[in-house]
């Protein structure tokens, strides 16, 4: 009998030794400076786009409009969504190696793939409890600036369609890292590969015929126009919005809003002081919601696999 007892003592269960991974890289985490450094940075961010308006109105002596809709139309947008995966995870795997603490980690009755699912469900808790704060923040000022929020049972599919494009960039991080064992790699490479598609982006969407192929890729996507939407008084053909996997969230709430509408997309022609619109195609609001969805869960299990297959097969010693 005290031989079972013994046994049952030595070996906890899954979900003990799961939550041991999972609290062991919260705590990796929550003290890196670098990341309560971006956190800040984002609270600077929200705070400025509640501010400046209000400070710019005083200026010119007017007063700020109300916007129901403000906390709706909000967002951390690509570049948060990038930096928040970059420095959750950049060295959550190649970190280990880096540093020889994979050693004493493995040497725990824990295989590989639970310490990865740990680090990754952890990576979830912190991109899921920073967008809570942010939003709960943001929504807060935002009533206190712009007056009462509509659509706030909206706010949950901004959580969801955020968590999505951040794990899509935690994913291609986690698959750099993984494979280089390099935290300086695992940043720069994934850098790099962000500011190719930001700025890239833009230029073939509205100034070549192959918008379509920015929607299987990561990012912000081509640029579409929901006409019914735009002001007539304005230069572009209709309300902007990018169609890509950074997108979902907003997209999300476009959809639901206004879910028979059509995106079409458009190429710039002329440059020599007149320009025109040339439509390319057009499609239903709920495909170009769908399809970056699909395009997003696509790179976020692929990437997920080579980064679980890589540590898997990963040599300690070397």
């Given at each position: 009998?005290?031989?079972?007892?013994?046994?049952?003592?030595?070996?906890?269960?899954?979900?003990?030794?799961?939550?041991?991974?999972?609290?062991?890289?919260?705590?990796?985490?929550?003290?890196?400076?670098?990341?309560?450094?971006?956190?800040?940075?984002?609270?600077?961010?929200?705070?400025?786009?509640?501010?400046?308006?209000?400070?710019?109105s005083n200026m010119a002596g007017q007063s700020v409009s109300q916007n129901p809709d403000y906390i709706i139309s909000s967002g951390i947008?690509?570049?948060?969504?990038?930096?928040?995966?970059?420095?959750?995870?950049?060295?959550?795997?190649?970190?280990?190696?880096?540093?020889?603490?994979?050693?004493?980690l493995l040497t725990k009755p824990i295989s590989r793939t639970m310490v990865f699912l740990g680090k990754l469900f952890a990576a979830f808790?912190?991109?899921?409890?920073?967008?809570?704060?942010?939003?709960?923040?943001?929504a807060i000022g935002a009533t206190v600036v712009y007056g009462p929020q509509n659509n706030l049972y909206l706010v949950p599919l901004l959580?969801?369609?955020?968590?999505?494009?951040?794990?899509?960039?935690?994913?291609?991080?986690?698959?750099?890292?993984?494979?280089?064992?390099?935290?300086?790699?695992?940043?720069?490479?994934?850098?790099?590969?962000?500011?190719?598609?930001?700025?890239?982006?833009?230029?073939?969407?509205?100034?070549?015929?192959?918008?379509?192929?920015?929607?299987?890729?990561?990012?912000?996507?081509?640029?579409?126009?929901?006409?019914?939407?735009?002001?007539?008084?304005?230069?572009?053909?209709?309300?902007?919005?990018?169609?890509?996997?950074?997108?979902?969230?907003?997209?999300?709430?476009?959809?639901?809003?206004?879910?028979?509408?059509?995106?079409?997309?458009?190429?710039?022609?002329?440059?020599?002081?007149?320009?025109?619109?040339?439509?390319?195609?057009?499609?239903?609001?709920?495909?170009?919601?769908?399809?970056?969805?699909?395009?997003?869960?696509?790179?976020?299990?692929?990437?997920?696999?080579?980064?679980?297959?890589?540590?898997?097969?990963?040599?300690?010693?070397?």
């Amino acid at each position: 009998m005290s031989t079972v007892r013994n046994k049952v003592r030595t070996n906890p269960s899954w979900t003990t030794r799961f939550w041991a991974v999972v609290k062991y890289e919260l705590l990796w985490n929550i003290r890196k400076k670098k990341f309560i450094g971006t956190v800040i940075l984002a609270f600077v961010f929200t705070t400025l786009g509640l501010v400046l308006p209000v400070a710019l109105s005083n200026m010119a002596g007017q007063s700020v409009s109300q916007n129901p809709d403000y906390i709706i139309s909000s967002g951390i947008g690509s570049i948060g969504y990038f930096l928040f995966a970059l420095v959750t995870v950049m060295n959550s795997i190649s970190g280990e190696f880096e540093s020889g603490t994979i050693v004493p980690l493995l040497t725990k009755p824990i295989s590989r793939t639970m310490v990865f699912l740990g680090k990754l469900f952890a990576a979830f808790i912190i991109i899921l409890s920073v967008n809570v704060v942010l939003f709960v923040y943001g929504a807060i000022g935002a009533t206190v600036v712009y007056g009462p929020q509509n659509n706030l049972y909206l706010v949950p599919l901004l959580f969801l369609g955020g968590i999505i494009s951040t794990f899509v960039w935690i994913a291609i991080v986690l698959a750099i890292g993984s494979l280089s064992k390099s935290s300086l790699i695992a940043a720069i490479g994934a850098f790099g590969i962000f500011m190719a598609l930001l700025i890239s982006a833009p230029i073939v969407s509205v100034f070549s015929d192959q918008a379509r192929i920015l929607t299987y890729v990561p990012g912000s996507g081509a640029t579409g126009y929901i006409v019914d939407l735009g002001q007539p008084a304005t230069y572009v053909p209709g309300m902007a919005m990018s169609t890509g996997t950074d997108s979902i969230a907003a997209n999300f709430i476009t959809y639901i809003l206004h879910p028979s509408e059509e995106v079409s997309f458009f190429k710039i022609s002329g440059f020599s002081g007149e320009y025109s619109w040339d439509l390319l195609y057009t499609e239903s609001l709920s495909l170009v919601l769908l399809r970056s969805i699909i395009v997003a869960a696509t790179y976020i299990l692929v990437f997920l696999f080579i980064s679980w297959y890589a540590f898997k097969r990963a040599q300690i010693l070397e």
